[in-house]
T-cell receptor
């Protein structure tokens, strides 16, 4: 069965500092992996996705993620965080693109001045 | 392109009444839509997969007689929460599959008093 673990419920970083949000998955086959961001009361916005190929994926808003099969991880990174990045971040896994997704519990990001 | 809308964005209803939530694909046709439920500070949980012209497929533990899903056209899926109770209060998010991708609506906040 698919599952996604986001070990960090809350993360606080200073504006301008680097960010890494952790995501571990459990899936029997090659997973389709996604990172979404959700602002308060809003829907989900896709940051980036990985299906195959280069394991370092570039996304929108300066985010990137690296797929590491040996560690079953798909961590999200940003070199310099902006105050507007404060939001809830969800990692998700699917069996195929466009199919129903299994989401992690999310990581709430707080950005301090 | 690939915009999904939901209506209403917020709804308050009294316990025992029914409420309908609409999910529309605005600029594409979607044979498959998904309904998710999100409790406060929790992840999104898939409730059901809605296929145009056929019965929805519900996830284990989701009461199909309570959460009625109708996907009568290629651009509209509806979720009706029947005989709503306070524990049904939640954030309901739909998504639609198009061209191998999944696009999310902005969500509907349901409060049952």
């Amino acid at each position: 069965a698919q599952s996604v673990t986001q070990p960090d419920i809350h993360i606080t970083v200073s504006e301008g500092a680097s960010l890494e949000l952790r995501c571990n998955y459990s899936y029997g086959a090659t997973p389709y992996l996604f990172w979404y961001v959700q602002s308060p009361g809003q829907g989900l916005q896709l940051l980036l996705k990985y299906f195959s190929g280069d394991t370092l994926v570039q996304g929108i808003k300066g985010f990137e993620a690296e797929f590491k099969r040996s560690q079953s991880s798909f961590n999200l990174r940003k070199p310099s965080v902006h105050w507007s990045d404060a939001a809830e971040y969800f990692c998700a896994v699917g069996s195929n693109s466009g199919y129903a997704l299994n989401f992690g519990k999310g990581t709430s990001l707080l950005v301090t001045p | 392109g690939a915009v999904v809308s939901q209506h209403p964005s917020r709804v308050i209803c009294k316990s025992g009444t029914s409420v309908k939530i609409e999910c529309r694909s605005l600029d594409f046709q979607a044979t498959t839509m998904f309904w998710y439920r999100q409790f406060p500070k929790q992840s999104l949980m898939l409730m059901a997969t809605s296929n145009e012209g056929s019965k929805a497929t519900y996830e284990q533990g989701v009461e199909k007689d309570k959460f009625l899903i109708n996907h009568a056209s290629l651009t509209l899926s509806t979720l009706t929460v029947t005989s709503a109770h306070p524990e049904d209060s939640s954030f309901y998010i739909c998504s639609a599959r198009f061209d191998g991708e999944q696009y999310f609506g902005p969500g509907t906040r349901l409060t049952v008093t």
